[in-house]
């Protein structure tokens, strides 16, 4: 599996660095989240097809512990019209809505267990028309 993670992430950086990503940019704060992010968070846009007619949004999130070295994980929540953000705040990311809602905007607190504690996570907002894509 280690030789796997390792190639899917060889796979990011190659896609990354070739100009497929068509636009990209890292994540320092949040609304509802004091402070800067204890963890790396990029968001974008990919190209799909011959001529990238469609444009994928994607949230990638590095591992918190060792990112060289941790698995990489594509999630893909399906449809119709399911968007990654749903699993990043809800499920598997870093952060999720504080509970104690008393109006006003609503904070964000960082999960004690979440999935980026060790693996790498790229959410895409799929299908088309989901999300921002």
């Known amino acids: 599996m280690e030789g796997a993670a390792q190639f899917l992430l060889l796979l990011l950086l190659l896609i990354s660095s070739s100009g497929v990503f068509t636009a990209s940019s890292v994540i320092r704060t949040l609304p509802g989240f004091t402070g800067e992010l204890p963890f790396y968070l ?70 004690k267990y979440t999935w980026t504690k060790t693996i790498n996570m790229i959410f895409i907002d799929e299908p088309v028309g989901a999300g921002f894509s």
């Open 42 to 111: 990029e968001t974008g846009y990919v190209g799909v097809g011959e001529n990238e007619e469609v444009q994928l949004f994607y949230y990638f999130v590095k591992s918190q512990t060792n990112p060289a070295l941790d698995p990489l994980l594509l999630w893909l929540c399906g449809g119709p019209g399911c968007s990654g953000l749903s699993t990043f705040f809800y499920a598997s990311g870093p952060v999720s809505f504080n509970l104690n809602y008393s109006g006003g905007l609503p904070t964000l607190e960082l999960k």
